[in-house]
T-cell receptor, first 110, second 116 residues
Framework: KQEVTQIPAALSVPEGENLVLNCSFT??????LQWFRQDPGKGLTSLLL?????REQTSGRLNASLDKSSGRSTLYIAASQPGDSATYLC?????????FGTGTSLTVIP | SAVISQKPSRDICQRGTSLTIQCQVD?????MFWYRQQPGQSLTLIAT?????????ESGFVIDKFPISRPNLTFSTLTVSNMSPEDSSIYLC?????????????FGEGSRLTVL
């Protein structure tokens, strides 16, 4: 069974800093990997989707990379803002099911 | 993309009662899923809602406790039956765009249930 781990579990940074969130998965046979944002008590908002054949995807200040062979993905957030404060989850798609990490809770301090 | 609406967004329920959560997608989708997120935890898949047939449940989840309907390609319901405080969670509906096996997964806004 696929296991997805996210490190760190929580992160607090001052506004304006660049930061990296990490996601690792045990089974490299994935279709894609997706990053989500979740605000407290709410649903998940899709941020970036990386197909298994891709190395990275970018959207605005967000850049996600994928290294399938090592079972790792990173989400890079540039010039962080207080509005970026949320929990960030990664999920790997094995074709049969999505497996979610436990998330990184990010706080950006003004 | 797909826009997914869930209702209710939140509810407070009494022990022993049942609640039905509705999920509406703005386009036809092949696959719909129901997840549970217990406090402080990540998402756990409850079942895949199959159009025109019985839902496919994951280990640890049974139809008597979580009956699911999927009458068409845009709508599904999840009922949480005979609720106990352990059922207090966020329940999330998600959908997979039609024909896109490697496509993006979209979520509704979630239904936050508190059972007293």
């Amino acid at each position: 069974k696929q296991e997805v781990t996210q490190i760190p579990a929580a992160l607090s940074v001052p506004e304006g800093e660049n930061l990296v969130l990490n996601c690792s998965f045990t089974d490299s046979a994935i279709y894609n990997l997706q990053w989500f944002r979740q605000d407290p008590g709410k649903g998940l908002t899709s941020l970036l989707l990386i197909q298994s054949s891709q190395r990275e995807q970018t959207s605005g200040r967000l850049n996600a990379s994928l290294d399938k062979s090592s079972g790792r993905s990173t989400l890079y957030i540039a010039a962080s803002q207080p509005g970026d404060s949320a929990t960030y989850l990664c999920a790997s798609n094995t074709g049969n099911q999505f497996y979610f990490g436990t998330g990184t809770s990010l706080t950006v301090i003004p | 993309s797909a826009v997914i609406s869930q209702k209710p967004s939140r509810d407070i329920c009494q022990r022993g009662t049942s609640l039905t959560i509705q999920c509406q997608v703005d386009s036809q989708v092949t696959m719909m899923f129901w997840y549970r997120q217990q406090p402080g935890q990540s998402l756990t898949l409850i079942a895949t809602a199959n159009q025109g047939s019985e839902a496919t449940y994951e280990s640890g989840f049974v139809i008597d406790k979580f009956p699911i309907s999927r009458p068409n390609l845009t709508f599904s319901t999840l009922t949480v039956s005979n609720m106990s405080p352990e059922d207090s969670s966020i329940y999330l509906c998600s959908a997979y765009p039609r024909g896109e096996v490697t496509g993006e997964l979209f979520f509704g806004e979630g239904s936050r249930l508190t059972v007293l």
